[in-house]
């Protein structure tokens, strides 16, 4: 079956520090997608990124980038020059699909979650 | 541009009462639908999905059911809610073209006393 582990619960770091949050998943499929979405305290899910199993290129948006390692079936995400308003719970998510018939409909298997709070 | 809600944004009911919560979805067309709940300190789980009209798909047996009377209508409903469906529900919304990402709306926040 497929599982995300996300292992830390919560960090807490000042404002400027860099943040890596962790990500491993399992999974048999060898086709599949990976993501990371932000919760702000609002509780509305924000996607920032979706990752092929095919594409391992590292990828970076302004103060945020991925690490997709295949080997080691993680997904890590760093902020960086952490501010105030990255504190969130982020939650790392792999893609299950649903059924054949299923018209691209995909499960997504999320991860715990861990609470980042970022300190002025 | 896409644009999805939900409502109410909360619902305090009392234990045995009914449910129906309802998302709707703007700025596409036939979009695969899927119903999330977040229970306290946990993760998110899927309960249904749709990939049409009048197609439901249940993930989890519970005392929930859904409907989708229209192509951009989503609708969560129980006959008589349980202690247990407290919780933040969460709809949200893919397409074929999207490779698979979901985009959720505001969510429900339901507490049954």
């Known amino acids: 079956a497929q599982k995300v582990t996300q292992a830390q619960t919560e960090i807490s770091v000042v404002e400027k520090e860099d943040v890596t949050l962790d990500c491993v998943y399992e999974t048999r499929d060898t086709t599949y997608y990976l993501f990371w979405y932000k919760q702000p305290p609002s509780g509305e899910l924000v996607f920032l990124i979706r990752r092929n199993s095919f594409d391992e290129q590292n990828e970076i948006s302004g103060r945020y980038s991925w690490n997709f390692q295949k080997s080691t079936s993680s997904f890590n995400f760093t902020i960086t020059a952490s501010q105030v308003v990255d504190s969130a719970v982020y939650f790392c998510?792999?893609?299950?699909?649903?059924?054949?018939?299923?018209?691209?409909?995909?499960?997504?298997?999320f991860g715990q979650g861990t609470r980042l709070t970022i300190n002025p | 541009s896409q644009t999805i809600h939900q409502w109410p944004a909360t619902l305090v009911q009392p234990v045995g009462s009914p449910l129906s919560l309802e998302c709707t979805v703007e700025g596409t067309s036939n979009p695969n639908l899927y119903w999330y709940r977040q229970a306290a300190g946990r993760g998110l789980q899927l309960l249904f999905y749709s990939v049409g009209i009048g197609q439901i798909s249940s993930e989890v047996p519970q005392n929930l059911s859904a409907s989708r009377p229209q192509d951009r209508q989503f609708i969560l409903s129980s006959k008589k809610l349980l202690l247990s469906d407290s919780g933040f529900y969460l709809c949200?919304?893919?397409?074929?073209?999207?490779?698979?990402?979901?985009?959720f709306g505001p969510g429900t926040r339901l507490t049954v006393l």
């Open positions: 998510a792999l893609s299950e699909a649903l059924h054949w018939l299923a018209q691209g409909a995909q499960k997504l298997v």
């Open positions: 949200a919304w893919s397409v074929l073209a999207g490779g698979g990402t979901q985009y």
